[in-house]
């Protein structure tokens, strides 16, 4: 079954405790984001990556890292998490990233207290 | 900065009736335009997409309309069902640069039965 998989789909944590929140897509696509969705913002894209070892920043990128090692895998990282980034986080993969059908993970409800 | 605004933030309608959730962007480099429904505890998948080329867009009971001179495009649900109960984005993208999705602030809709 074509997917995109998270951990943990939930995680509440202290503030500065860095985190690592996992996603992985079995489909060989290309392009993969990682979104935030804050109520009456929508879905804020965070980071995104074009390829193996090709990341750049999306629109709210303060506060997070990512690395993408592996075609199949692009974690997120909090390295010193605040309150501001409780959020509930989407990670999401497409073919090319060009007009192409976008596959969301499940999503990972954080806070950060 | 919201490049997608997005109308109503919550509409309630009767079993049958068809709601009608608009969309405007101001971003011309946008050329691909899709709508995503995302029920709780899911994330967002791709309901119906159209590109700038075309004015309409059928898909079952969905229907994107478009406008492209006046930079609006919306969502008709004909005989909308209880099943149809989600919160529905639109989004604009572009082929170039992040190639990312921009999001409008979702809309939740609700059918009574």
């Known amino acids: 079954e074509a997917q995109v998989t998270q951990n943990p789909r939930y995680l509440i944590t202290v503030t500065g405790k860095k985190l690592t929140v996992t996603c992985s897509q079995n489909?060989?696509?290309?392009?993969m984001s990682w979104y935030r969705q804050d109520p009456g913002l929508g879905l804020r894209q965070i980071y995104y990556s074009m390829n193996v070892e090709v990341t750049d920043k999306g629109d709210v990128p303060e506060g997070y890292k990512v690395s993408r090692k592996e075609k199949r895998n692009f974690p997120l990282i909090l390295e010193s998490p605040s309150p501001n980034q409780t959020s509930l986080y989407f990670c999401a993969s497409s073919l090319s990233g060009v007009n192409t059908e976008a596959f969301f993970g499940q999503g990972t409800r954080l806070t950060v207290v | 900065q919201q490049q997608v605004k997005q109308s109503p933030q919550s509409l309630i309608v009767q079993k049958g009736g068809i709601p009608i959730i608009n969309c405007a962007y101001e971003?011309?480099?946008?050329?691909?335009f899709p709508w995503y429904q995302q029920f709780p505890g899911k994330g967002p998948a791709l309901l119906i997409a159209i590109r700038p080329d075309v004015s309409e867009k059928k898909e079952g009971r969905f229907t994107i309309s478009f406008n492209k001179s006046a930079k609006q495009f919306s969502l008709h649900i004909m005989d909308s069902q209880p099943g149809d109960s989600a919160t529905y984005f639109c989004a604009s993208h572009s082929d170039t640069g992040r190639r990312a999705l921009t999001f409008g602030s979702g809309t939740r809709l609700q059918v009574q039965p």
């Open positions: 489909m060989n696509h290309e392009y």
């Open positions: 971003n011309t480099a946008f050329d691909y």
